[in-house]
Structures are given as C-alpha cells and as structure tokens.
C-alpha cells in the first residue's frame, strides 16, 4: 500500500472509478461542500485543472457532509450545483466520509502519507488537499485555506 493505484471510489453518478487509470499523472485530491465558505476555491480548482491538464494533471472531488452539514445535497444536486455555479469538468465522486469508523479507505491512506500539522491524522475542514505525484505517492497536504493557486507552483515542480 505505497501508492494510491490500489483504490477505487464511485463517481458522482455511483459508477466504479479504478485509480489505475491515473498512472503516470499528477493528482489533486480534495474533499468539497456545496455550502462552505470555501466553496468558491472551486472556481480556483477548476483553473487549475484548464491549466495544468493537458500536461497530465487531474483535480478530484469528493463532497463530504461531515462538516457542519455543509454538503446535505445527494450526488446529483452536488453536480448541478457544481455544473450550475462553477462549470466544472473535472472529476466529482460520491459524497463519501473522510473521518470516523466510515471513513473512504482512500481518505484513510492520504491522513496516514500526508498527516497534518502536529502530526494530526483528521481532517479538520472542507477543502483539504492532498498532491500526489506520478507515482501516486501522496508529496504533500495543504490546508483548507491554502487557495488553489497557490498551489501551482508545487503542481509544476511534479509535472
């Protein structure tokens, strides 16, 4: 269990997504919410998914209600909602848990790589973002505050 190749997660429409398919590219990894006020580093998310794509990189999404209900909407509301207000292409999954007793097992494999600060294994808000290299190893967490665009710059050291 050294690379994230072993997981698969539905999609926003409950199809299985194996993540072999994202070999050889650069990941972005991030639990969203439709209500939060980070939600506008979606429009964020989704510039640097048209920057960055054609050089082999992907954005994530995977909703997740475990903040103060901030995702209440089911798969397809989350969707239209993204559709509706952001128009993004880039991949969304099923709402899934990052904490607790349900957690997805991919969000259990990004907490034990990429802890937080103090070595906190939690995830403490929406938008919490994981990088992962080509190999699929998980190179880096940044917090809910970090924008998008300040990450590009470690998404180009990768690329």
Known sequence: MNNI???KANNYRNEEV?????????????????????TPQYKGLQNLYD???????????FPCNQFKQQEKGDN???????????????PLFAKIEVNGVNTHPLYNFLKEEAPGILG????KWNFTKFLVNKEGKVVKRF??????ENIASSIE???
């Open 120 to 123: 906190s294994k939690s995830i």
């Open 51 to 61: 920057q960055y794509k054609a050089k082999g990189f992907e954005v994530l999404a």
């Open 76 to 90: 397809q509301e989350i969707k239209q909602f993204c559709d509706l207000h952001f128009n993004i292409s880039f």
């Open 5 to 7: 190749y072993q997981f």
């Open 157 to 159: 050291a990768i690329l």
């Open 143 to 148: 917090a809910p505050t970090t924008k998008p």
């Open 18 to 38: 194996n993540f072999n398919q994202y070999k050889g590219h650069v990941l972005l990894i991030v639990n969203t919410a439709s209500e939060c006020g980070f």
